[in-house]
């Protein structure tokens, strides 16, 4: 269990910029999920993943973000045209559903800083 | 839909001092608690959580919480808190089937020696 490891951990762009950033889960975790979380607040949900269908999404999640998991294991999320609300901490967290307590925790990473200027 | 509430935004204790973190819940189904805490520049860890076992939590670095239906809360508590255990600290609810965590808004726990 190597965790779950996002990359870059920092992300400085000018707004109007396209930015990617990569979440690889831990191996065997078949759930993905993408939060959000600015300043003083606690992580807003944007998107899950069951594999590699992507199951729910966020009305947070404007027609500027899209997110993939394309082989049902890492996965991208992508922002368009950013713009300086978009800066904010992206954490990526990933979970089992064969878990024997059914209901397992999420497995958070480190996140990725994005600073729009 | 579920939701959680944390009161206070902001708690300082004295090391050695009971730790108290409140969280009350909404849930129409019912719910799946947690507790993570975040260090700076970090990701979250989780704590403890709820499955609708036993109604006492045992979490771990001494956390444990209780699950109180009839107040609709999962207060976090430690009975001696120590320097390292300074961070912000999330409650969230789900409902079953892994449904997405709902956070709240998180207290800053900060330990005076």
């Known amino acids: 269990d190597t965790g779950v490891s996002q990359d870059p951990r920092h992300k400085i762009t000018k707004r109007g910029q396209n930015v990617t950033f990569r979440c690889d889960p831990i191996s065997e975790h078949n759930r993905l999920y993408w939060y959000r979380q600015t300043l003083g607040q606690g992580p807003e949900f944007l998107t899950y993943f069951q594999n590699e269908a992507q199951l729910e999404k966020s009305r947070l999640l404007s027609d500027r973000f899209s997110a993939e998991r394309p082989k049902g294991s890492f996965s991208t999320l992508e922002i368009q045209r950013t713009e300086q609300g978009d800066s904010a901490m992206y954490l990526c967290a990933s979970s089992s559903t064969r878990d024997i307590s059914y209901n397992s925790p999420l497995h958070f990473g480190n996140g990725t800083r994005l600073t729009v200027t | 839909a579920q939701s959680v509430t944390q009161l206070g935004s902001h708690v300082s204790v004295s090391e050695g001092a009971l730790v108290l973190l409140r969280c009350n819940y909404s849930s129409s189904v019912p719910p799946y608690l947690f507790w993570y805490v975040q260090y700076p520049n970090q990701g979250l860890q989780l704590l403890l959580k709820?499955?609708?076992?036993?109604?006492l939590v045992k979490g771990i670095n001494g956390f444990e919480a209780e699950f109180k239906k009839s107040e609709t809360s999962f207060h976090l508590t430690k009975p001696s808190a120590h320097m390292s255990d300074a961070a912000e600290y999330f409650c969230?609810?789900?409902?079953?089937?892994?449904?997405?965590?709902?956070f709240g808004k998180g207290t800053r726990l900060s330990v005076i020696a």
């Open positions: 709820y499955t609708s076992a036993a109604t």
């Open positions: 969230a609810v789900s409902g079953r089937g892994n449904t997405p965590l709902v």
